[in-house]
Every structure is written in structure tokens, then in C-alpha cells.
């Protein structure tokens, strides 16, 4: 009897019984408000310029934002 060696890594466990049989998604923080750049005055100068601000980057992580980060520590995307 031959056999057959597999990465059952890179098919994420699938072809085997195991406890990992299904995938999760993780799609992110839920967010509580909506995106900072969709009312920002200066949203088309980031998206040339491909920058975001601190608001912008709270939102990401948290889903959240004060008011007063608004186009307040302007960076280049990372």
C-alpha cells in the first residue's frame, strides 16, 4: 500500500476529520459610525495623495472615531 503525503495546511484541513473542519471569517470590528472620508472635505486630496488621517485610522481598528480627529494627523497610507 502506497502513501500519498499532503499539506492539509494549505487546504486549510479540508479532505480530513478533524476539529477544524470549517473555516472562520473574521470580517473586522463591527463599526459603530459610519466612514469618516464619505462627508470629509478632504477626501478626493487623500485619495490622490494616499494619505489618511487619525480619524480614519481609529476607524479601521475600532469601527469608531472622535469628531475632533478629522482631518487632524494627515499621514501617508502604511
Do not use: Q
Not at 64 to 71: F, G, P, V
Request: contains cysteine; negative net charge.
Amino acid at each position: 500500500m502506497e502513501n500519498i503525503w499532503y499539506d492539509s495546511e494549505v487546504y486549510n484541513g479540508r479532505g480530513t476529520k478533524s476539529e477544524f473542519s470549517e473555516t472562520e471569517t473574521h470580517y473586522g470590528p463591527e463599526n459603530k459610525r459610519e466612514c469618516p472620508c464619505d462627508t470629509c472635505p478632504m477626501n478626493l486630496e487623500c485619495l490622490n495623495n494616499a494619505t489618511e488621517c487619525s480619524a480614519m485610522r481609529n476607524w479601521c481598528s475600532s469601527g469608531n472615531y472622535a469628531d475632533k480627529d478629522l482631518m487632524r494627523l494627515v499621514r501617508g497610507v502604511a
